[in-house]
């Protein structure tokens, strides 16, 4: 909503209130200024001029050479190139030394050999929106009535030095989409009287009924319909000061009847409606839902369907506009029309919403009746119409209003506890307090008892309940008087659950193995959606997805994640390491998908380089796994994890490994498939996806301590020597299994498959510790342990010790 | 004899004097103090002397090996000091030459942010709450006071899955979904930060995908100025104890009275600057009174109860925060980009 401050000043006093002061009082108590522009600033140096003479240029065709008056002892000579300039004109004349919006300065100037001494100037010269101007100037010069006085500021006349309040409304205060609305707020704030237009006029003898009847069929969308008659009206321009403030509010003026209705929809926010009565052959409007299929030609010239749930206006037999939301191109008031009917009605908003979006079709009047306008303004912005008529129009405006009322206008009643009032915003305020910040917002109240009851006015629709009420105390009292105060209250302690105290540890320990963390989108496209899924299922898609690319949620966070190594990759970012803990969207046929969250990594390029010293490592299988296998660490689940050959589409398929915690799979870790990999335009990379749900859920074991052992341990390497296929972790576990409670660790020190060795076959070292915490162990354990899993490993692996 | 010694004592303590290294000074060692040494063989003839010389002789020649023994000695240390110091000096290095780099990695920055509100208001005795990103239409809307057909809830500016589940806009479903679970008794107090999705075209203000932080305080006689108290705790830890914070009248559907929260322009320091729009105020979050409809729709008595919410975004308090100026950034996972917040700021 623009509002135009000197047309708010026609409501409401504003001395000594500066717009900027005014927007800041209104932005602090209820509604957000925007922004405050002065139309016409960095414009200087405009004037009424009256165009003497005009003669076509000798030597230009298109120009003219103009004599202006511009209330100066001479006339200076002008050339204007306007289609439109003529003789006895009112124009805008930019003197020498003028400066028009651009910083674009006027200086003398010689056109074709003759002197130019200014520019008669069109509207959008003087930085009015091409779209506000209307449209017989819109290709020329802009012309003043006849009698604008020569001499006279420009831009004064056409009210440019103005402020320009813009107010960013929310949906609750539709009380202040009208200039009269915003007096009463600006009224509020300022404690200063509201004046609200003179409405009378005189009317002729005959009777609005007579010219035209109204009846309403559905009542429940249209409980009000008023229709006032003006006969005999001049359609013409509007006056100057009228066409300023539609300008001001951001509207195109078009004719005086047009205008009219216009400015009322801006002066009362009442949406009214101009009919050619003529074009009533019926005499009457009867308001009905549309027929099926029903058709209508609208103002802008499109053929319209209707259904049976949109309310239209007709003549008893067509109809001649949509209720609220358009009016009909055969019954629209044109140069021609003599005499005019003025619809002023209320709509239900629910049904002007539904009409507006089915029809896919907004307009300033849709908008005001869905948010709801006060229904009783219905009648006053009638009169305030039929008055502009006969004022501006020349109208004979006949006497009374054809009607059709079928609602109760009834103010709300709302009662509240000076003492809830108190506890709810934490203040101190007295009966009288209250009563007086009611008596601003002119808002009738009493107090009694303790509570003060308020009849909220129909122009405030948004006042239904006591917080209503609470919130205007509370904004005009100002929410800079209210105190700063913490919650007196019982609470527990605050604190992170397990779950997100387990999800930090897994942020801090992948940026501790050098992972950056991602962000990554959790919309993806048809293809990628199942790419790495741990699990597919069908995809949960969007109903209207903006766009192919981001249509369905993800079911593995991989696929982002390569889209992040590949986009650095692209940027010569030749390493890469990214992990993400991110939700994935599993549908299992229920009403939400389930959502489980996993902890992604992906790796890439080198993950060690120091080349003086020569260290250079590129990022492999064991470095996914070494990082993983810190993670468990942290977790105190390494005890609970294995690691399992496995196969995966997108993944290398001997270079794969499933994760199993506690006999399920939970993951996986692995490089990307070398196809896959180039199809990204990736090198070679690593990833791993972990389902951490099973994780989370377990309980945390408590941390103990242990006596450090006061015995020496005694080692044993071992080389062994089996088929290339049997798996080291295989061995490693039959080594833990028989060597009992005396083995404490052991260790894989090296592997050897080269040509020393025989063919298909490769050599394992492990290290291999005992240790009894009770005692020092003696030799012949040792040895017999030792030779227990040395049996051990023979007979389940076929290894035997290296010679 | 007695000359003998004194000459070989002479000339032992010459060559120990010269002796060049370690190898040397042994070789003296051996040659005049050893078992087939000179001055054993002197000793030797000892027998030749008579009883009276014989002790006198043999003092002396103790005397001489100890000289020579005490020489060697010194002149050892001399050559072992040397001998490291040659070592120390071969081995010096050029301490300014790379240091071999540890992998390390780093936080997002909108988990920085996220995670130093959630300390804050942990400290200040607020749960984290979590709840689904794919959130059933009543929890992200009717239970919010957002009923069907409300222009509040336009389907332009949602994803939805099907007619009654969507992507929340918000996270205020899990504060539906918090408080349900209290089952209309006190206290709530939480924060529930996560991501949401709206129908935005990505660009520099905008995004589909985004976070969100909110916090809910439900329960007997919380006040308005218990959430200005609040909100002035929030920013001054957040964004500096020389701020100052602003409410103004404004308007969500769950909330009212509702307010929005500016802080003080640091950058002019309140005179109006391209940054705050020549206001001097910057818009950090919306808040306000839970709405009665909001709590009677959770189980709570509005009569009993009352209580205060507040949103926020992560991407803009960090854009504020680090002058970030495009959300997109947040997205894409550009190394130049992320490494930036590598460090951890310390205030
Ligand atoms: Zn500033």
């Not at chain 1, 003529?278 to 549309?290: E, N, P, S, Y």
């Not at chain 1, 859920?697 to 301590?705: F, T």
């Amino acid at each position: 909503m623009f509002v135009s401050y000197k047309w708010l000043e026609e409501y409401i006093d504003l001395t000594d209130v500066t717009p900027e002061e005014l927007a800041e009082k209104i932005t602090r108590s209820g509604i957000e200024v925007e922004g405050v522009e002065v139309p016409a600033e960095g414009i200087k140096n405009v004037v009424i001029g009256h165009v003497v003479s005009c003669e076509k240029h000798p030597e230009a065709d298109k120009l003219n050479i103009c004599q202006v008056d511009v209330g100066e002892d001479e006339n200076v000579q002008i050339i204007c190139g306007a289609p439109n300039v003529a003789e006895g004109q009112k124009v805008a004349v930019a003197k020498v030394g003028a400066v028009l919006p651009g910083n674009f300065k006027i200086k003398k100037a010689k056109l074709r050999g003759e002197a130019s001494h200014g520019m008669i100037c069109s509207l959008q010269e003087l930085g009015v929106e091409a779209k506000l101007v209307e449209k017989k100037y819109a290709e020329g010069i802009f012309n003043f009535p006849q009698n604008a006085e020569v001499g006279a500021d420009a831009l004064e006349a056409l009210m440019l030095d103005d402020a320009i309040l813009e107010l960013g409304l929310t949906p609750n205060r539709a009380d202040a989409m009208s200039m009269i609305g915003v007096a009463y707020e600006t009224g509020a704030i300022l404690d200063r009287p509201v004046k609200l237009p003179d409405l009378s006029y005189d009317t002729v003898s005959e009777k609005a009924e007579d010219a035209i009847k109204v009846s309403v069929e559905a009542t429940e969308e249209n409980p009000i319909y008023l229709a006032k008659v003006v006969k005999d009206v001049k359609v013409g321009e509007s006056p100057q000061w009228l066409k300023n403030r539609l300008v001001a509010a951001g509207i195109r003026p078009h004719n005086n009847v047009v205008d009219i209705t216009n400015y009322i929809l801006i002066e009362y926010g009442q949406p009214l409606h101009a009919f050619d009565l003529d074009q009533i052959k019926t005499g009457q409007i009867v308001v009905r839902l549309a027929k099926q299929g029903e058709k209508i030609k609208t103002l802008d010239e499109a053929e319209r369907t209707l259904s049976d749930n949109h309310l239209v206006i007709t003549n008893g037999e067509e109809p001649m506009a949509i209720a609220g939301v358009m009016g009909g191109y055969d019954s629209e008031v044109t140069d021609q029309t003599v005499n005019v009917v003025i619809e002023s009605a209320y709509f239900a908003p629910s049904s002007v919403r539904q009409t507006s979006k089915e029809i896919g079709l907004r307009s300033e009047a849709s908008s005001r009746f869905e948010k709801g306008v006060d229904p009783k303004r219905a009648a006053l912005a009638a009169e305030r119409a039929a008055q502009l008529m006969s004022l501006y129009a020349d109208g004979k405006v006949l006497s009374g209003t054809s009607a059709a009322e079928h609602m109760d206008i009834k103010e709300k009643v709302i009662s509240i506890s000076l003492e809830k009032i108190n506890r709810v915003t934490g203040t101190d305020l007295s009966e009288a307090d209250v009563l007086d910040i009611f008596r601003r917002l002119q808002i009738e109240a009493e107090a009694k008892d303790g509570i003060i009851t308020v009849s909220a006015p129909t122009r405030r629709g948004d006042l239904e309940i006591e917080e209503d009420l609470i919130e205007e105390v509370a904004r005009l009292y100002g929410y800079d008087n209210i105190p700063m105060t913490l919650p007196v209250h019982e609470t527990n302690p605050g604190g992170l659950s397990p779950r997100q105290q387990k999800r930090r540890l897994i942020r801090q320990t992948m940026e501790g193995a050098g992972l950056v963390q991602a962000v990554t989108y959790s919309l993806t496209n048809q293809q990628k959606v199942t790419e790495f899924a741990l699990e597919v299922k069908t995809p949960v898609e969007l109903m209207m997805p903006m766009s192919e690319e981001r249509s369905q949620l993800r079911q593995s966070i991989i696929p982002q994640l390569l889209e992040s190594v590949s986009y650095n990759s692209a940027r010569q970012k030749d390493s890469s390491a990214f992990y993400e803990t991110g939700s994935v969207f599993l549908s299992e046929g229920g009403e939400l998908p389930n959502e489980e969250e996993h902890l992604a990594g992906a790796l890439t390029g080198l993950w060690q380089l120091h080349p003086w010293q020569g260290e250079k490592k590129p990022v492999d299988f064991y470095v996914a796994k070494g990082i993983l296998d810190t993670l468990w660490e942290k977790l105190g689940v390494t005890e609970d994890i294995r690691y399992e050959a496995a196969k995966m589409d997108q993944l290398h398929p001997g270079r794969t490994a499933a994760v199993i915690y506690k006999g399920q799979p939970i993951g996986i870790v692995g490089q990307v498939h070398p196809v896959k990999a180039k199809e990204l335009d990736l090198k070679e990379t690593y990833v791993f996806e972990i389902k951490l749900e099973a994780i989370y859920q377990e309980e945390s074991a408590p941390l103990k301590y242990n006596a450090i052992p006061r015995y020496p341990s005694i080692s044993r390497d071992i080389a062994l020597v089996t088929d290339r296929d049997v798996a080291a972790g295989t061995i490693e576990s039959v080594i833990k299994q028989a060597g009992g409670t005396l083995l404490k660790q052991v260790q894989l020190f090296d592997l050897y498959q080269g040509d020393k060795m025989e063919e298909g076959k490769k050599s394992l070292a492990f290290s291999l510790t005992y240790m009894d915490p009770e005692r020092t162990l003696t030799d012949e354990e040792v040895v017999k342990a030792h030779t227990k899993v040395l049996e051990a490993v023979k007979q389940e692996t076929g290894a035997e010790l290296r010679s | 004899m007695e000359q003998r010694l004194q000459e070989l004592k002479q000339e032992a303590l010459e060559k120990v004097q010269h002796a060049a290294d370690l190898k040397e000074l042994n070789d003296v060692r051996v040659a005049y103090l050893g078992k087939k040494g000179p001055i054993t063989e002197v000793l030797k003839g000892m027998g030749k002397l008579s009883a009276e010389e014989r002790p006198k002789m043999g003092a002396l020649a103790n005397e001489v090996r100890d000289q020579i023994t005490g020489a060697i000695e010194e002149k050892q240390i001399g050559l072992e000091k040397e001998a490291v110091e040659k070592q120390l000096a071969e081995e010096s290095i050029d301490v300014t030459l790379p240091g071999r780099p540890v992998p390390a990695g780093h936080a997002h920055p909108l988990t920085t942010v996220i995670e130093e509100i959630e300390d804050l208001f942990i400290s200040m005795g607020y749960t984290v709450e979590e709840g689904p990103e794919v959130e059933k239409d009543y929890y992200n809307f009717e239970a919010l006071n957002l009923p069907k057909g409300h222009p509040a809830r336009d389907m332009q500016d949602s994803f939805y899955i099907t007619e009654d589940v969507l992507l929340r806009t918000h996270t205020s479903p899990v504060q539906a979904r918090t408080m349900e679970r209290h089952a209309g008794k006190g206290p709530v107090k939480i924060i529930c930060p996560g991501k949401v999705y709206r129908r935005d075209n990505d660009d520099a203000t905008h995004s589909h995908q985004f976070m969100q932080i909110e916090g809910l305080v439900v329960d007997e006689n919380i006040r308005m100025s218990d959430l200005k108290g609040t909100l002035n705790v929030f920013a001054k830890k957040m964004f500096g104890e020389d701020r100052e914070i602003r409410l103004r009248p404004s308007f969500f559907p769950f909330t009212e009275p509702s307010v929005e929260m500016d802080i003080s322009c640091k950058i002019c320091g309140g005179k109006g600057c391209s940054v705050c729009k020549g206001t001097g105020w910057i818009e950090i979050l919306g808040a306000g009174m839970v709405h009665p409809n909001v709590l009677r729709m959770a189980g709570f008595d509005p009569e009993k109860y009352t209580g205060f919410a507040f949103g926020m975004g992560p991407e803009r308090i960090a854009m504020l925060k680090y002058g970030i100026d495009d959300i997109r950034h947040f997205y894409t996972n550009d190394d130049r980009f992320l490494k930036q917040f590598a460090r951890k700021e310390i205030r």
